[in-house]
């Protein structure tokens, strides 16, 4: 698998990532690969934290003004980004975090 440098408009799922890095990167430094599917989530869950992170990488993109130099996939940018809407969004009790962006802890447990 190949993950372009310049994604321009095509929408990357976490499993694209995780294969790509299973294909592309040496075990051996002591980092454990994480599995293609989180466990505890629902695909219907692993799509919508899928659709928030290509909505706000294709905002960030857009909003670019210098097209030419391309934008790669940073998931800690990305991550940053959705940590602020995130955060003004429950703020303004517009959803729950959970609703906004499903996640389960590290005990694999699922928010009440």
């Known amino acids: 698998m190949m993950i372009s440098e310049d994604l321009t408009d095509e929408q990357i ?3 694209d990532i995780v294969l790509f890095v299973r294909d592309n990167i040496q075990p051996g430094n002591g980092q454990e690969i994480p599995p293609v599917h989180s ?3 629902t695909d219907e869950q692993i799509a919508r934290q899928d659709e928030v992170d290509n909505k706000i990488y294709a905002l960030i993109r857009d909003l670019v003004p210098r097209k030419e130099f391309g934008l790669p996939w940073d998931i800690e940018m990305i991550g940053k980004v959705r940590d602020e809407i995130q955060s003004w969004i429950v703020k303004n009790q517009l959803c729950t975090e959970y609703e906004f962006y499903p ?3 590290e005990e694999g447990e699922q928010p009440g």
């Open 103 to 105: 996640w389960v802890s």
């Open 13 to 15: 799922t976490r499993e």
């Open 39 to 41: 466990e505890g989530l």
